[in-house]
């Protein structure tokens, strides 16, 4: 675990410095080794990706429910948060990778060659985020957490920037939210922290937060949609050059994503449920015990497209924080949803 507080660009800055090195081994056209059983005409036939802890993976559900049926899927990986899955997609070590879309603005702001292609998760009045302590913690308001920890997925991402947010509206000063220190845990075994008083306090998220307040003793400081309402929080990225390269493979991989994120808005809980234990047995995943307590992928629109609001809201935070140091970031290079069949056209 991590105690120190790092800023959004400074967690972004690893993945320029990789992609950086990389350029020098390879070249630009490359696809990874997804594209070793197809010619740079037709694309690549396996799609490389990362699985993320207590998530649902979009691209497994995409290829499980048959909206990828002219792609495999091939998982390379685990990470614990968003920054580490889009650098994997920017030193092409994945092909798909998604993130908080702050994340994704300080990463394209520093350079790296990714584009936020389709919506993944996000927070409603049935699945959101937030702060949460022992029952019987003597924490009650923001200036209560200073001097203390909170427990994050990962630094520099969704939840880090929510407290930040959090903080600053309740009056904190920036150097009273410098004092506020944020400690890396698995999203898996964050509440178990808490409980034990590893944590004073866990940001805990999706279904993860339900299963904690089921099982843990827990109570709740703040949520995000209580900050921000009902928001798309996070983005599905590919690399620029893949999309230059491969439009056709970029088309039917989008629009599989986009048709999974639809699926799992309008299909009834308990049998997403029963989908997601089948994908996970699949997959040989043995932490699926927050399965059953889904309840939403939390996403905002129709199909998961993407909206400038998505990303002007963390562009103006970021801008008051003094994170974008390298200029201002066009929404057109931020994202398109030229490949998402849900899109207003």
Known sequence: MNRKRTPLLAVLAAVVAVVMAACG??????????????????????????????????????????????????????????????????????????????????????????????????????TYGGVYVKSNSPIHTAKDLIGKTVGVNTLGANATEVVDLWLAKEGLTPSQIKQVGFVVVSPTSAAEALQTGRLDAAFLSFATRQLAIRDKGIRQLMTDTGL???????????????????????????????????????????????????????????????????????????????????????IQAMEVSGQLRHGPVSLSRLYTNAFNPYAPR
Do not use: C
Request: without cysteine; glycine residues 14%.
């Open 228 to 314: 921000l309402g009902p928001y798309t929080g996070g983005s599905e990225v590919l690399r620029t050059s893949f999309i230059r390269q491969y439009p056709r493979t970029s088309t039917e991989l989008v629009s599989g994503v986009a048709k999974a994120i639809h699926w799992l808005q309008v299909t009834p809980r308990a049998t997403v449920i029963e989908t997601a234990l089948k994908i996970a047995g699949l997959h040989g995943r043995n932490d699926d015990a927050w399965i059953p307590s889904w309840r939403s992928q939390g996403v905002l629109e129709n199909g998961a497209y993407i909206t400038p609001v998505d990303f002007t809201r963390w």
């Open 25 to 126: 081994s390879s070249s630009s056209g490359s696809a990874g080794t997804g594209s070793s059983n197809a010619s740079a005409k037709t694309g690549p036939t396996t799609i490389r990706y990362q699985a993320v802890p207590g998530s649902l993976t979009p691209i497994e559900f995409a290829s499980y429910l048959g909206y990828l049926p002219g792609l495999k899927i091939q998982q390379v990986g685990t990470v614990l948060g968003g920054p580490a899955d889009i650098q994997g997609v920017a030193t092409n070590s994945s092909d798909i990778g998604g993130a908080f879309n702050g994340s994704i603005v300080a990463a394209i702001a520093a350079g790296a060659d990714i584009k936020a292609v389709v919506g993944y998760y996000g927070s409603n009045l049935l």
